[in-house]
């Protein structure tokens, strides 16, 4: 019998509810995953066959760390849920049923790396040549269509409007057809698809709909319209469906998800119970007092007060810089004052920014404090060229009809096969309306390609034939290593000997490390399996808070996680909210609903820094702080000076406020036995004004400096008779 000791009452009231659907509304840091854990455990314990439960949840490792909680309380049953991410799971049925809809159970599926470069060949192929039509802009087109679920003949026939908007819908025809042709599916078809299989063949529907008694759902406000249709289309007549989310916490409408889901649950199904959960068990009292000042601004939402029996904490820090350099020193200097007041670790340290582009500076001033950190969010590995590479022999081995994968490796090591050859066999491949696979066989019949040509792609192919009759005999780990020998990328990058040529002859070596522990963590695995894993995987999957590193992340990335200090950069008005022209309302709500994530993402204190200039887009430029710092409720904060903030009814601007700060600030006069000027230093001149220090020379009486001030005004002046003031 499960044990709901250790659950509050509201959580023990949502876990043994199983009479009807049911909402839970849980507030940050308020145990939702516990909650949903001890369901599921509870579930099983009354009754309900494991393989009946189905809980979705957004990303890898979410599913992998509940799965193991609910094996402590439940036992070995627990590995028979059928648990994972909404793309996971629907890629397994979609692989049990791939013959119902026109694929091989061996499709690959495309990240949007592959999309894009799927989108450049057709693109290129129909000769289009708009300034407003980029691969990359058509790609996250079809990509905002798909979630909403706007297919190429509804786009056509409904919205389009324009001569570009025809071209896009003529690629976008064209995307769907390729992809069935090199059996491949992009994210959004691993959402799509299942609903046209579930609307058009009413016995698999059923099939489905009988085989799950339950479904749950983490981070129901993540969800978009094909996800929401997907589970209605699988819930029973009984509504044995529990979804958990936080209205406050939508903040992915950029790539589909709709906060109305959570609305339109109480529409859908009308017999529902919502519970909340209120009591947060993360953050001090004033972090959710400054937390829940701001998001109370915002209209649409479930309304819900989040306490703790947490102590009160220390009170938010506002800091106020002179531009990102030295927002970056700031945060360093905090760090290193923190860990000496606390004895923490350099992993106890988070800092979120809105925009990725914000690393930059921080990076720079990282590196010369000596101060280790890790970028979540940067390149992730499996994205890496030299990765994606050996990646894409992979795929080809395991689909013969990938054709973007086999474009990509073709000449991979150079073998002598150009793109004019290619260009060749992929025109004969389309006249005689077969594959480019077949058409390597075929190549002999292929009119002005050299002989010389046409052997190096019979031996290509030969290579793969080889080793796909060699993936079903070898495992995942040992077919891999094989590979690898037998293409020489090891010895060609060893070789070049260059600091990049050695950094991709390590992460060679490491995909054949995580290929060897697959293969002997999953004894009976196929290729496909964990192809389809690295397809899937994000770099927050990856996440391991053991490493002992600052993290360095977007507000987005960090939703889910929790650190006990937060640094949140860069509260400016266009950078965050990122916008200050904003179309809709509701768009300046998800940014407030970013903010109110970030600072509920800290345990025991939050920095908010602010700068008053700022290098953006190539000049500087003059930045006022944000909308959300005016927002907070003055009790819960304070600034690095110890000054309560004043609120000041009279708008100012952004030039005016730059000055008021550096006029209001301790300056020291320069002193020539300090030595406290150097490079970089901000000043303060009585009639040239503000200004940065660029050069320091010479010595004693003779030294001299170059200070550039506002206007671009360059001046050289002896230290001496400056009367500078240094900040």
Same mark, same amino acid.
């Given at each position: 019998?499960?044990?709901?000791?250790?659950?509050?009452?509201?959580?023990?009231?949502?876990?043994?509810?199983?009479?009807?659907?049911?909402?839970?509304?849980?507030?940050?840091?308020?145990?939702?995953?516990?909650?949903?854990?001890?369901?599921?455990?509870?579930?099983?314990?009354?009754?309900?066959?494991?393989?009946?439960?189905?809980?979705?949840?957004?990303?890898?490792?979410?599913?992998? /760390?509940?799965?193991?909680?609910?094996?402590?309380?439940?036992?070995?049953?627990?590995?028979?849920?059928?648990?994972?991410?909404?793309?996971?799971?629907?890629?397994?049925?979609?692989?049990?049923?791939?013959?119902?809809?026109?694929?091989?159970?061996?499709?690959?599926?495309?990240?949007?790396?592959?999309?894009?470069?799927?989108?450049?060949?057709?693109?290129?192929?129909?000769?289009?040549?708009?300034?407003?039509?980029?691969?990359?802009?058509?790609?996250?087109?079809?990509?905002?269509?798909?979630?909403?679920?706007?297919? !190429?003949?509804?786009?056509?026939?409904?919205?389009?409007?324009?001569?570009?908007?025809?071209?896009?819908?003529?690629?976008?025809?064209?995307?769907?057809?390729?992809?069935?042709?090199?059996?491949?599916?992009?994210?959004?078809?691993?959402?799509?698809?299942?609903?046209?299989?579930?609307?058009?063949?009413?016995?698999?529907?059923?099939?489905?709909?009988?085989?799950?008694?339950?479904?749950?759902?983490?981070?129901?406000?993540?969800?978009?319209?094909?996800?929401?249709?997907?589970?209605?289309?699988?819930?029973?007549?009984?509504?044995?469906?529990?979804?958990?989310?936080?209205?406050?916490?939508?903040?992915?409408?950029?790539?589909?998800?709709?906060?109305?889901?959570?609305?339109?649950?109480?529409?859908?199904?009308?017999?529902?119970?919502?519970?909340?959960?209120?009591?947060?068990?993360?953050?001090? @009292?004033?972090?959710?007092?400054?937390?829940?000042?701001?998001?109370?601004?915002?209209?649409?939402?479930?309304?819900?007060?989040?306490?703790?029996?947490?102590?009160?904490?220390?009170?938010?820090?506002?800091?106020?810089?002179?531009?990102?350099?030295?927002?970056?020193?700031?945060?360093?200097?905090?760090?290193?004052?923190?860990?000496?007041?606390? @004895?923490?670790?350099?992993?106890?340290?988070?800092?979120?920014?809105?925009?990725?582009?914000?690393?930059?500076?921080?990076?720079?001033?990282?590196?010369?404090?000596?101060?280790?950190?890790?970028?979540?969010?940067?390149?992730?590995?499996?994205?890496?060229?030299?990765?994606?590479?050996?990646?894409?022999?992979?795929?080809? %081995?395991?689909?013969?009809?990938?054709?973007?994968?086999?474009?990509?490796?073709?000449?991979?090591?150079?073998?002598?096969?150009?793109?004019?050859?290619?260009?060749?066999?992929?025109?004969?491949?389309?006249?005689?309306?077969?594959?480019?696979?077949?058409?390597?066989?075929?190549?002999?019949?292929? %009119?002005?390609?050299?002989?010389?040509?046409?052997?190096?792609?019979?031996?290509?192919?030969?290579?793969?034939?080889?080793?796909?009759?060699?993936?079903?005999?070898?495992?995942?780990?040992?077919?891999?290593?094989?590979?690898?020998?037998?293409?020489?990328?090891?010895?060609?990058?060893?070789?070049?000997?260059? !600091?990049?040529?050695?950094?991709?002859?390590?992460?060679?070596?490491?995909?054949?490390?995580?290929?060897?522990?697959?293969?002997?963590?999953?004894?009976?695995?196929?290729?496909?399996?964990?192809?389809?894993?690295?397809?899937?995987?994000?770099?927050?999957?990856?996440?391991?808070?053991?490493?002992?590193?600052?993290?360095?992340?977007?507000?987005?990335?960090?939703?889910?996680?929790?650190?006990? %200090?937060?640094?949140?950069?860069?509260?400016?008005?266009?950078?965050?909210?990122?916008?200050?022209?904003?179309?809709?309302?509701?768009?300046?709500?998800?940014?407030?609903?970013?903010?109110?994530?970030?600072?509920?993402?800290?345990?025991?204190?939050?920095?908010?820094?602010?700068?008053?200039?700022?290098?953006?887009?190539?000049?500087?430029?003059?930045?006022?702080?944000?909308?959300?710092?005016?927002?907070?409720?003055?009790?819960?904060?304070?600034?690095?000076?110890?000054? %309560?903030?004043?609120?000041?009814?009279?708008?100012?601007?952004? @030039?005016?406020?730059?000055?008021?700060?550096?006029?209001?600030?301790?300056?020291?006069?320069?002193?020539?036995?300090?030595?406290?000027?150097?490079?970089?230093?901000?000043?303060?001149?009585?009639?040239?004004?503000?200004?940065?220090?660029?050069?320091?020379?010479?010595?004693? /009486?003779?030294?001299?400096?170059?200070?550039?001030?506002?206007?671009?005004?360059?001046?050289?002046?002896?230290?001496?008779?400056?009367?500078?003031?240094?900040?």
């Amino acid at each position: 019998m499960i044990n709901l000791k250790s659950l509050n009452a509201d959580q023990r009231k949502a876990v043994e509810y199983d009479n009807g659907p049911e909402m839970i509304v849980a507030g940050a840091g308020s145990g939702k995953t516990r909650v949903l854990t001890y369901k599921v455990a509870y579930l099983i314990d009354n009754g309900y066959d494991p393989e009946s439960l189905l809980a979705l949840t957004f990303t890898n490792k979410a599913a992998n /760390e509940m799965k193991a909680r609910i094996h402590e309380l439940a036992g070995a049953k627990a590995e028979k849920i059928w648990m994972g991410t909404f793309h996971s799971i629907f890629a397994k049925i979609l692989r049990i049923e791939a013959n119902n809809i026109n694929y091989k159970s061996n499709f690959s599926i495309y990240d949007a790396e592959d999309s894009q470069s799927l989108v450049s060949n057709i693109i290129s192929n129909f000769d289009i040549n708009l300034d407003n039509i980029t691969p990359s802009s058509v790609k996250h087109r079809i990509g905002f269509l798909k979630n909403h679920m706007i297919l !190429p003949n509804d786009y056509r026939k409904n919205h389009v409007k324009s001569f570009i908007e025809e071209k896009i819908a003529d690629i976008f025809e064209e995307y769907q057809k390729r992809l069935v042709a090199n059996n491949a599916m992009d994210f959004e078809d691993l959402l799509l698809k299942p609903i046209d299989l579930f609307n058009s063949n009413e016995k698999i529907h059923q099939k489905y709909k009988k085989k799950f008694a339950y479904l749950l759902v983490d981070e129901f406000q993540d969800t978009n319209k094909a996800q929401y249709e997907l589970l209605k289309l699988l819930v029973t007549k009984d509504c044995k469906i529990c979804v958990v989310g936080d209205d406050a916490q939508s903040i992915y409408s950029w790539r589909g998800a709709n906060i109305g889901n959570m609305l339109d649950f109480e529409k859908d199904f009308p017999k529902h119970k919502i519970f909340k959960l209120e009591q947060n068990y993360r953050s001090t @009292k004033n972090i959710l007092l400054a937390a829940d000042s701001v998001i109370k601004k915002n209209k649409d939402q479930i309304l819900k007060t989040l306490w703790t029996q947490n102590n009160e904490g220390e009170l938010l820090t506002l800091v106020k810089c002179s531009d990102e350099k030295d927002e970056a020193f700031q945060i360093a200097k905090a760090i290193k004052q923190e860990i000496s007041k606390k @004895k923490l670790s350099l992993k106890d340290f988070a800092i979120l920014y809105r925009t990725n582009a914000q690393s930059r500076a921080l990076e720079d001033i990282f590196r010369k404090e000596k101060l280790a950190y890790r970028i979540i969010g940067g390149i992730e590995f499996y994205k890496r060229k030299e990765v994606k590479d050996l990646i894409a022999y992979l795929r080809v %081995i395991s689909n013969q009809n990938d054709e973007e994968s086999l474009l990509r490796i073709m000449n991979f090591p150079q073998r002598g096969i150009g793109s004019t050859t290619i260009k060749r066999m992929i025109s004969f491949a389309r006249k005689l309306n077969i594959n480019l696979y077949d058409t390597m066989a075929r190549v002999f019949e292929v %009119i002005d390609i050299k002989e010389r040509i046409q052997k190096n792609v019979k031996q290509f192919r030969l290579l793969i034939e080889k080793y796909t009759g060699l993936k079903d005999k070898l495992s995942v780990g040992e077919l891999s290593r094989a590979l690898v020998d037998e293409l020489g990328v090891l010895r060609i990058f060893k070789e070049e000997n260059t !600091p990049e040529s050695i950094a991709r002859w390590e992460n060679i070596n490491e995909l054949l490390s995580a290929l060897s522990e697959y293969s002997n963590s999953n004894k009976d695995a196929k290729l496909e399996q964990f192809l389809e894993e690295v397809s899937l995987v994000s770099d927050v999957d990856n996440y391991n808070q053991g490493n002992n590193v600052v993290t360095f992340m977007t507000v987005h990335a960090a939703k889910g996680l929790e650190f006990p %200090i937060v640094f949140i950069s860069g509260c400016e008005e266009d950078i965050f909210p990122l916008s200050n022209r904003f179309s809709t309302d509701a768009t300046l709500e998800e940014e407030r609903r970013l903010f109110y994530v970030a600072i509920t993402r800290a345990q025991q204190k939050v920095y908010l820094l602010h700068a008053r200039s700022r290098y953006r887009f190539g000049e500087v430029a003059y930045q006022s702080r944000s909308r959300f710092i005016d927002e907070l409720d003055t009790n819960s904060y304070f600034e690095l000076n110890g000054g %309560i903030i004043k609120k000041s009814s009279v708008r100012k601007s952004k @030039k005016e406020i730059f000055y008021e700060y550096f006029e209001n600030v301790d300056y020291e006069t320069f002193d020539q036995e300090n030595k406290s000027l150097r490079p970089g230093s901000r000043v303060m001149h009585d009639k040239f004004g503000l200004g940065k220090v660029t050069q320091v020379v010479g010595f004693g /009486e003779q030294q001299k400096a170059t200070v550039v001030f506002e206007g671009n005004n360059i001046k050289q002046l002896m230290l001496k008779f400056a009367k500078l003031k240094v900040l």
